[in-house]
């Protein structure tokens, strides 16, 4: 983190900027620390999990960017922590030993080794019609973050599942499935990657609504790996059908499913996409996907 703009800018649009963000990261690393002027603190090295350590992250301001062919923000930061104020003299968090210290230190859960210590993250996905345009693409996609993360993993060890959904296979037998687990245990990425290549989608279920809120009580309740941090990340372009609804074969609305993540200590990450010729439904999707992506501790879904 920068202590201004100006300073990001220089890293960020640097043609050298990876080589001199790993001199950063190197110099933070060494001991004693070497601390650009530059640079204001850092994120920690392990996992910090909010309910037990609770911290504010706040957005104060951001500016939109075209860089790397994407869109980018710059963003101004504010972090706090309950009942310890920032040393008026020295605000740098870099200037203090202790947090250093902190920040170096690796992941430990409980006394659980690091060597033991992961991460499952399950796919959950609408496989319909209407999904036809975007599923190759969101398969590419998957495979991409799961070849990324196994290439940046070290230590910890990441696991991945795919869970499909359509509609209500007994009032639409074209569906073949409403829900399918294709990874009743969770897989390394060289499996997943073939997992994910024979996923395949179905014709259109009629209405727009799919069974979104039984594919992801499938995914919640389905075995996950002991000492990991668990996500879900849901991808689809459709509501959910509502409880009451014929076709609604979890009986749990959103914020039930919801409740039913905060138990399992699972964090839900929800990407919808948006199909112009459903308008109608957008408005219930986002309502819904918002609702399941409301992670505890944080204070916007992860939507």
């Known amino acids: 983190m920068f202590k201004t703009k100006e300073a990001l800018e220089q890293l960020v649009e640097s043609e050298l900027r990876e080589e001199r963000a790993w001199e950063i990261y190197a110099g933070l690393s060494a001991s004693p620390a070497q601390v650009p002027d530059e640079v204001i603190s850092r994120e920690p090295a392990r996992f910090v999990n909010i309910e037990e350590k609770f911290y504010l ?52 859960v409980e006394g659980t080794e690091i060597s033991t210590f992961g991460f499952d993250i399950k796919f959950v996905i609408d496989m319909t019609g209407s999904m036809e345009p975007y599923i190759d693409r969101t398969k590419k996609a998957i495979a991409k973050v799961a070849a990324m993360l196994s290439q940046k993993n070290m230590d910890a060890k990441v696991r991945y599942g795919l869970i499909g959904y359509r509609d209500d296979v007994k009032k639409v037998p074209a569906m073949r499935f409403t829900v399918k687990n294709f990874t009743e245990n969770l897989v390394d990425e060289n499996v997943f990657q073939q997992v994910i290549a024979t996923a395949s989608d179905a014709p259109g279920s009629g209405d727009y609504q799919e069974e979104v809120f039984a594919g992801v009580k499938e995914a919640l309740t389905s075995p996950w790996n002991e000492n990991t941090i668990r996500f879900i990340i849901l991808v689809g372009d459709a509501s959910s059908h509502e409880v009451g609804h014929p076709q609604n074969t979890s009986g749990l609305n959103a914020s039930e499913v919801r409740e039913l993540a905060n138990a399992n200590k699972v964090s839900i990450i929800s990407i919808h996409l948006t199909d112009p010729a459903a308008g109608r439904d957008h408005a219930l999707a986002q309502r819904q996907f918002s609702e399941l992506a409301s992670n505890p501790g944080i204070d916007s879904p992860a939507y």
Do not use: C
Request: aromatic letters at 8%; glycine letters at 4%.
């Open 57 to 108: 992250l706040a957005v104060i301001d951001f500016e939109k960017v075209n860089l790397f062919l994407d869109e980018t923000r710059y963003l101004q930061i504010a972090a706090a922590v309950p009942g310890q104020r920032a040393d008026e003299a020295n605000p740098d968090t870099l200037e203090s030993q202790s947090f250093m210290e902190q920040t170096g230190m690796m992941e430990t």
